[in-house]
């Protein structure tokens, strides 16, 4: 059954609107999802009848709001195929679920000369983290290089993997949206003893995530690319690595005990859950589970791939050899993020006459400075589709880059 | 609500299409200076050469938007002549042309090579301080409707803010040069 565009728009308030007087097109959310009414719904209501502090009051509310606090949880661990709850932290984005894996893990196994392979398109989130242990304690970068089409140069893998510790990967990368090779990636790193991290923030919000099949160690996503609110994100980690990790942040909820001279850890997860979590975000996030499971992840994927298909084939129809569009040109190999280059205008410039008629799409570096260099621009412009999103918005871009050359040639 | 037009005005497109002292001079005598806007990745490079507190010859370099490349056009062809204290007193015009926005969006003021050095007295000893008023901004005053698209201020003012750091250079540079 194949997604009804019209029917999901009507969940998202936000698009029935005029922007500069035109109908709004909102190709940004590979930055941030927009949020159905589902999602909205769902904290407002906790707010209105159950919300109090999690893990503290044992009054009906307190009990009800810590109910629904974990069962955001379980719903989450069935989203990503967990074998358990106690896999499941949450954080405020996926920028703090690798920043924890590189405080905790990374701080206890990675000294001087120890070695961390990423690739050249990594978000500066999963790039920044060990370039901090870099430079605190001397670990040693890798990098996997990506070719012409936007695919990482796996000929050289084996060699680069060799005592190396970690790898560090992304599932589909945010500028050019190419999907990794990840669970062939992992079973090379695996058989060079190094554990797998992978940032999934483009992946979850349109693919069926299973971390077994994956077989990454680590896997983060972010809850607001994906309908959900912003404030909250995930870490998963099979069981035996949490246990063995120290804990993160210090406070409250991540205790079994304090003392005035010491303290016992709590049990997982909550073990890296320090202070009042986002509890309504949380609540959010596993609405935004249910409402991508009640439309079903195969359909959402299938739809990306159909308007990725339908927004390759009609801009270079209409813009010939004007449009340059980044990554992979196969609609199955890579997800609803298009990065392009459009003549020499620049994407500030592109971005500006395409707001004037209501048409969202981001300038700029997208966090990943050294895959532009690679690719030899400064900037990119950048349109990525949702559920939400249909044919004619791809046309609504595709007439405002020819006003955008009526203007600037 | 503001229009594209008053943002892309005719002159502005035209520095755009057709940059005034583009490309490079030789260091030194030069002083090179980069500014880089973290923001959207656009880079301005200034080659300054500042000689008798006057600013002999500049160009420009790097590559940006068509905002941040015009505003550096028009720049070039305002300051190259003039005093440094001229040349101080122009940035400080054009800054407040663009500011009200600007310092709301800055909070503290990131300028202060510029205005710093622009506003005490004397100029960081460029010459007698130019009063602002009495600057001329001809062709940049189109740059004003800039002001009403916040994010790009920072475009308009990238290399205003590298020219400033120039001038500093320039003349810290004579003055520990033997002469
Ligand atoms: C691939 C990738 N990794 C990490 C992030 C960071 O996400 P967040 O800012 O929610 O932590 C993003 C989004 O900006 C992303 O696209």
Known sequence: MALDVELVKKDFAILDQLVHGHRIVYLDSASSSQKPAAV???????????????????????????????????????????????????????????????????????????????????????????????????????????????????????????????????????????????????????????????????????????????????????????LGPTGIGCLWARESLLEEMPIFLGGGEMIRDVRLDGFTANELPWKFEAGTPPIAEAVGLGAAVDYLLAIGMADVRAHEIELTRYALESLHERHGDDIRIFGPSDPEKRGGVLSFAYKDIHPHDISQVLDEVGVCVRAGHHCAKPLMRRLGVGATARASFYLYNDEADVDALSSALTSADRLFS | MPGLE???????????????????????????????????????????????????????????????????????????????????????????????????????????????????????????????????????????????FPVRIKCATLSWNTLAQGLDEAQEASATSPS
């Open chain 1, 40 to 226: 909205l719904d769902a904290m407002q209501h906790l707010y209105e009848t159950t919300y109090a502090n999690v893990h503290r009051g044992v009054y009906a509310i307190a009990e009800e709001s810590t109910r629904l606090y974990e069962e955001a949880r379980t719903k989450v661990a069935a989203f990503l195929g967990a074998a358990s709850t106690r896999e499941v932290i949450f954080t405020k984005n996926v920028t703090e679920a690798i920043n924890l894996v590189a405080y905790t893990w990374g701080r206890t196994n990675l000294g001087p000369g120890d070695a961390v392979l990423l690739t050249e398109m990594e978000h500066h989130a999963n790039l920044v983290p060990w370039l901090q242990l870099k430079a605190e304690r001397g670990i040693e970068l890798r990098y996997l290089g990506v070719d012409g089409e936007g695919q990482l140069i796996l000929d050289d893998l084996e060699q680069l993997v060799d005592g190396v510790k970690l790898v560090g990967l992304t599932l589909v990368s945010n500028v050019l949206g190419t999907l990794n090779p990840v669970a062939e990636v992992a079973r090379v790193a695996h058989a060079a003893g190094a554990l797998v991290l992978v940032d999934g923030a483009q992946y979850t919000p349109h693919f069926t995530t299973r971390v077994a099949e994956l077989g990454c160690d680590f896997y983060g996503f972010t809850a607001h690319k994906m």
């Open chain 2, 6 to 148: 008053d943002l892309y005005r005719e002159i502005i497109l035209d520095h755009y299409r057709n940059p005034r002292n583009r490309g490079e001079l030789p260091t030194p005598p030069a002083v090179r200076v980069e500014g880089f806007n973290p923001l959207c990745g656009d880079e301005i490079v200034v080659f300054l050469d500042v000689a008798d507190d006057r600013v002999q010859d500049l160009r420009i370099g790097g590559q940006g938007c068509s905002i941040s490349q015009s505003s550096a056009s028009m720049m070039s062809a305002a300051v190259k002549g003039k005093t440094v204290a001229e040349a101080r007193a122009t940035i400080r015009a054009f800054k407040s042309l663009m500011s009200i926005h600007e310092q709301r969006l800055d909070g503290a003021d990131d300028d202060g090579g510029a205005s710093g050095g622009a506003s005490g007295a004397g100029g960081g000893g460029g010459g007698p301080a130019v009063p602002e008023a009495a600057v001329k901004l001809g062709d940049l005053e189109a740059l004003q409707g800039v002001v009403r």
